[in-house]
T-cell receptor, first 112, second 111 residues
Framework: SQTIHQWPATLVQPVGSPLSLECTVE??????LYWYRQAAGRGLQLLFY??????ISSEVPQNLSASRPQDRQFILSSKKLLLSDSGFYLC???????????FGPGTRLTVT | SQKIEQNSEALNIQEGKTATLTCNYT??????LQWYRQDPGRGPVFLLL?????KEKRKERLKVTFDTTLKQSLFHITASQPADSATYLC??????????FGKGTKLSVKP
């Protein structure tokens, strides 16, 4: 069966510090991978998606970046965090663009 | 713009009743819609997918309908239980295989 992992589960970082969130998927190959952010009181916002190694597409301009160094690994990064980067970050995978998505447990990021 | 909207932020019902949640879309004709459940502090969990040529889909106590004339999907939970309390999200497919989510409806089932 497939599983998706995210870490860390929670993170408190000062403004201006770097960020690295990791997501890995097990039990499938060549998945579509996604990073979403859910701010308090707001819906899920797609940040990045990837259909293969090294292939990253961004939905919104921001100070975040993503990388996919391996088939089942997806990393979200920032060089300098802003207060507005606080939120609940979710990684998801799907087998195909028309199939359901499976979400990880999420990372709660608080920028202070 | 192409919108997907869940107009009710919250819905409170009594245990045993049927909960009905609404998802509307505008300026767009989605090929499919998906419904997810999200519990506090956790990622969404996929429940059902319904395609535009399917009028209704069922899974245990869950039922989803897709009305292309009304541009609406309804999500029903029959014989609701307190354990059904959660936020339910409607989603449509984006142009790149991503999902575009509504803001969700928070369902509270009272015993």
């Amino acid at each position: 069966s497939q599983t998706i992992h995210q870490w860390p589960a929670t993170l408190v970082q000062p403004v201006g510090s770097p960020l690295s969130l990791e997501c890995t998927v097990e039990g499938t190959s060549n998945p579509n991978l996604y990073w979403y952010r859910q701010a308090a009181g707001r819906g899920l916002q797609l940040l990045f998606y990837s259909v293969g190694i090294g292939q990253i597409s961004s939905e919104v301009p921001q100070n975040l970046s993503a990388s996919r160094p391996q088939d089942r690994q997806f990393i979200l990064s920032s060089k300098k965090l802003l207060l507005s980067d606080s939120g609940f970050y979710l990684c998801a995978w799907s087998q195909s663009r028309v199939y359901e998505q499976y979400f990880g447990p999420g990372t709660r990021l608080t920028v202070t | 713009s192409q919108k997907i909207e869940q107009n009710s932020e919250a819905l409170n019902i009594q245990e045993g009743k049927t909960a009905t949640l609404t998802c509307n879309y505008t300026n767009y004709s989605p090929a499919y819609l998906q419904w997810y459940r999200q519990d506090p502090g956790r990622g969404p969990v996929f429940l059902l997918l319904i395609r535009e040529n399917e009028k209704e889909k069922r899974k245990e106590r869950l039922k989803v309908t897709f009305d292309t004339t009304l541009k609406q999907s309804l999500f029903h939970i029959t014989a609701s239980q307190p354990a059904d309390s959660a936020t339910y999200l409607c989603a449509r497919g984006g142009s790149q295989g991503n999902l575009i989510f509504g803001k969700g409806t928070k369902l509270s089932v009272k015993p």
